[in-house]
Antibody, heavy 121, light 111 residues
Framework: QVQLVESGGGLVKPGGSLRLSCAASGFTFSDYYMSWIRQAPGKGLEWVSYISSSGSTIYYADSVKGRFTISRDNAKNSLYLQMNSLRAEDTAVYYC??????????????WGQGTLVTVSS | QSVLTQPPSVSAAPGQKVTISCSGSSSNIGNNYVSWYQQLPGTAPKLLIYDNNKRPSGIPDRFSGSKSGTSATLGITGLQTGDEADYYCGTWDSSLSAEVVFGGGTKLTVL
């Protein structure tokens, strides 16, 4: 069965960096577009970034552009999010999610359990 | 402020029907497919509806979706206490920069 397992969250000071990972299993990872989506405590969903199956096409939300970098290693069935220059408003649970189609359909059929990132001094 | 507008909360009694609206614009709902997600307390979101009105396997037909112009609607019939959750609509927004947008979420209470 499809599984997405995030890791790497934690407490970091403003201005600091963190790298999130998402381990995928149960499907052909290299076929699918993947995204990171976050949810601040008590708030709604916010899409963060998209990466194509090959990694050649990437999109970012304006709120993280220039600070976050999405990447993937298809040989390791893994998705990553490098987060730099972190701000208090980046505090959220970060979900890894698979796009339903073998394209950027904007529809996410599988989600991980999430990893909490807290930015605070 | 979310790009897509949803009511913050809706409520209905067990067995009844409820609808949740999602309002957008021509750059998002008007020209793209809409998805709906259910988020039970303390869990990750789950895909309920995709391509405006299609259900993934395993989703009961009590859940339905529709779209008209720049608005979409999620319908739930035969409400159960287990349907108490937050519901989110989502779609692409093809304005200045391509991005996925979500509604602010609607808390469903089954009285």
């Amino acid at each position: 069965q499809v599984q997405l397992v995030e890791s790497g969250g934690g407490l970091v000071k403003p201005g600091g960096s963190l790298r999130l990972s998402c381990a995928a299993s149960g499907f052909t990872f290299s076929d699918y577009y993947m995204s990171w989506i976050r949810q601040a405590p008590g708030k709604g969903l916010e899409w963060v970034s998209y990466i194509s199956s090959s990694g050649s096409t990437i999109y970012y939300a304006d709120s993280v552009k220039g600070r976050f970098t999405i990447s993937r290693d298809n040989a390791k069935n893994s998705l990553y999010l490098q987060m730099n220059s972190l701000r208090a408003e980046d505090t959220a649970v970060y979900y890894c999610a698979r796009d339903r189609l073998l394209a950027a359909a904007g529809t996410f059929d599988y989600w991980g359990q999430g990893t909490l990132v807290t930015v605070s001094s | 402020q979310s790009v897509l507008t949803q009511p913050p909360s809706v409520s209905a009694a067990p067995g009844q029907k409820v609808t949740i609206s999602c309002s957008g614009s021509s750059s998002n709902i008007g020209n793209n497919y809409v998805s709906w997600y259910q988020q039970l307390p303390g869990t990750a979101p789950k895909l309920l509806i995709y391509d405006n009105n299609k259900r993934p396997s395993g989703i009961p037909d009590r859940f339905s979706g529709s779209k008209s112009g720049t608005s979409a609607t999620l319908g739930i019939t035969g409400l159960q206490t287990g349907d108490e959750a937050d519901y989110y609509c989502g779609t692409w927004d093809s304005s200045l920069s391509a991005e996925v947008v979500f509604g602010g979420g609607t808390k469903l209470t089954v009285l």
